[in-house]
């Protein structure tokens, strides 16, 4: 037995939804209607409603929502699909509307991709609308025999589902429901999106209350799981679920129930699969942008994430340049290059055909023992005064060189070098220096320094002379550097450091926080909460069971109560907020009571307690 409100799958005995609550006895179920001792299924009503235009012909899959069905229609002798309401939600006046908006709303998008409707209708007790009928399998059938999928057919479901994304975005429609249940192929092979029973025109009404989340959990966006208005990139979020699950053959966040699917999408990283190709990988990270925790950092739109797709995020000579500025991380990618099978011709000294070219070794010599000479002067006595006057950053071992000096540098590996920078070349060799075939100066081992930085706030962002750096300990030349360090709510924390080489510089970052700040990331809940975990590893956790008891008398059995709780670093309850309502009042109040008294684990940050907020749901239970 279906939920009619979550859609949940019961057994036929429950009297109570296991997900919602709902009482399950206030429904009759169809197979409880017989007419004299036959029992009259859906199919036998529907054939009997329908017979006049339609021939029922078997039926292909039902949800909490809808019974669908093939039938052959007899005017146009065509193959069709019926979309029948279940007659236990006939006379809910929501579940009716949501599904005559589907109706109405897919009868507005016309797209290759997005199934066509061809008709809207009741019949007495049905209510329906016809449809194509797809002769493939939806994407989750073909997942269920096949597991994972490979790349390039990864791609094209994307790009066939994202164009039609794309189209229903311009409309100003919204899916809201993505995921491979709602992907079919037809009998060309190409992926169509269905079912539009949750969509939502962004002019149009609510079908639900205020902070009611509705999709399904495995493929819902943060925004969504929070019950915050929706826009074209939920649905890129929700594609890029389905994408993980075609890539590695499981979803990336799954749990025991709803809340906690939820959270783990708000909360918790995209897991990094195991992958074995190049491809592959590749492919993955155009997913983690699909799935970026906050909508800013996604593709923006579908028509975004198409144009990459067909670029080629993957090609055998490299990473396209569209994927590369839409992804940075793919130019980051390592490849192996090809050496040209022509070598380049010289400027100057060029020998004569057919002469041995003994010249390049002893040009690499001259190189390496030219690039030992400049370490030896940085690290004689006068390395410091070397780096005072700007030779070291001439060498191009100081990030931030001026271009002048640089130039000067690499001039002198030609026919007009500098003095000592002939006399080390004639020591080795009486031709002329070749550069052609010398790779770019690197840094000596050992010559780099260490900082690092200890009582960095969350969300600090930390520069050097200006350039960003990440982590708490970095390597960089020696020298001396302008620290400072911002964070969200603290002001501004400057500091000269001096590096040497092989020798760590610790600094210890003590900021006060802003007067005219209204709090770091971290003291208060919302979108950006915790984001790449800048406010805890591990969140809070209860030591006690949350189940609140209900009288078995009670007239309403209430939902579940979600709070958002703010946890001390010693483990007791600071403040409490009702982040999702339950249908009674009353439950609401249980559950802050005893909120308010619970004990928990507190949240950990760098292996010590922290204050963290917490979404934590309260359970209804019969006494």
Request: charged share 20%; aromatic share 6%.
């Amino acid at each position: 037995m279906y939920c009619s409100r979550c859609g949940t799958p019961n057994d036929d005995s429950s009297k109570f939804c296991r997900s919602c609550g709902l009482d399950l006895t206030a429904t009759t179920p169809v197979g409880a209607v017989k007419t004299g001792q036959q029992e009259l299924t859906e199919i036998d009503m529907v054939r009997e409603q329908l017979k006049e235009e339609y021939d029922i012909l078997d039926e292909l899959g039902r949800g909490g929502m809808a019974i669908v069905f093939k039938a052959r229609e007899r005017q146009l002798e065509r193959d069709v699909a019926i979309k029948v309401l279940p007659f236990s939600l006939a006379f809910d006046k929501e579940f009716v509307e949501r599904f005559q908006r589907e109706a109405r709303t897919s009868a507005k998008l016309e797209h290759p991709s997005i199934i066509p409707i061809y008709r809207v209708g009741k019949n007495g007790r049905v209510i329906y609308f016809v449809m194509k009928f797809l002769r493939g399998k939806p994407l989750s059938s073909v997942l269920a025999g096949r597991g994972a999928l490979p790349p390039a057919e990864i791609r094209k479901i994307l790009v066939d589902v994202g164009r039609a994304l794309a189209y229903a975005h311009r409309s100003g429609i919204v899916h809201r429901d993505v995921k491979p249940d709602n992907i079919m192929f037809d009998e060309h092979g190409q992926a169509v999106v269905t079912d539009f029973g949750i969509a939502k025109a962004a002019t149009g009404g609510k079908l639900t209350g205020t902070g009611m989340a509705i999709g399904t959990p495995h493929y819902m966006s943060p925004e969504q799981a929070r019950a915050q208005n929706l826009d074209g990139r939920s649905d890129i979020y929700s594609l890029g679920v389905v994408a993980y699950q075609c890539l590695t053959g499981q979803v990336p966040f799954d749990g025991e129930d709803s809340f906690s699917i939820g959270y783990k999408h708000i909360m918790e990283e995209l897991p990094t699969p195991r992958l074995d190709s190049m491809e592959k990988r590749e492919l993955f990270e155009i997913v983690k942008k699909m799935m970026a925790k906050a909508p800013d950092e996604r593709f923006q739109t579908a028509d975004d994430l198409v144009g990459v797709l067909e670029a080629g995020g993957y090609v055998a000579s490299g990473i396209s340049t569209a994927a590369t500025r839409a992804i940075p991380s793919l130019a980051a990618t390592p490849r192996i290059a090809t050496a040209p099978t022509t070598p380049l011709p010289r400027a100057t000294g060029a020998p004569p055909p057919g002469a041995p070219p003994v010249h390049h070794k002893r040009s690499a010599a001259a190189a390496i023992l030219l690039w030992l000479a400049i370490v030896g002067v940085v690290f004689g006595g006068g390395g410091f005064y070397a780096y005072k006057k700007g030779l070291l950053a001439a060498a191009g071992l100081v990030p931030g060189a001026r271009s002048d000096t640089t130039t000067h540098v690499a001039a002198a590996g030609s026919d007009s070098t500098a003095p000592a920078a002939t006399d080390t070349t004639s020591a080795t060799s009486h031709q002329p220096r070749d550069t052609s075939h010398v790779a770019p100066p690197s840094l000596p081992s050992g010559a780099s320094g260490k900082l690092v930085l200890k009582g960095l706030p969350p969300g600090a962002r930390v520069t050097l002379d200006g350039r960003p750096v990440t982590g708490r300990q970095v390597d960089v030349p020696p020298g001396n550097y302008r620290l400072v360090v911002k964070a969200p709510g603290y002001d501004q924390f400057e500091q000269e450091v001096i590096i040497t080489p092989g020798n760590p510089s610790t600094v210890q970052v003590e900021m006060e926080a802003s007067q005219d700040s209204g709090g770091g990331p971290c003291d208060q809940p919302g979108p950006a909460y915790n984001q790449n975990h800048i406010c805890f590893d591990t969140p809070p956790t209860p030591l006690s069971a949350t189940f609140i008891p209900v009288p078995a008398d009670a007239p309403i059995f209430p939902r579940q109560a979600i709070l958002l709780i703010k946890v001390s670093s010693t483990g007791s309850t600071l403040e409490t907020r009702v982040f999702s309502q339950s249908n009674v009042q009353t439950f609401n109040d249980q559950a802050v009571d005893m909120a308010k008294i619970l004990r928990w684990n507190p949240a950990q940050k760098n292996g010590e307690a922290v204050d963290a907020w917490v979404q934590w749901p309260f359970q209804p239970v019969r006494q």
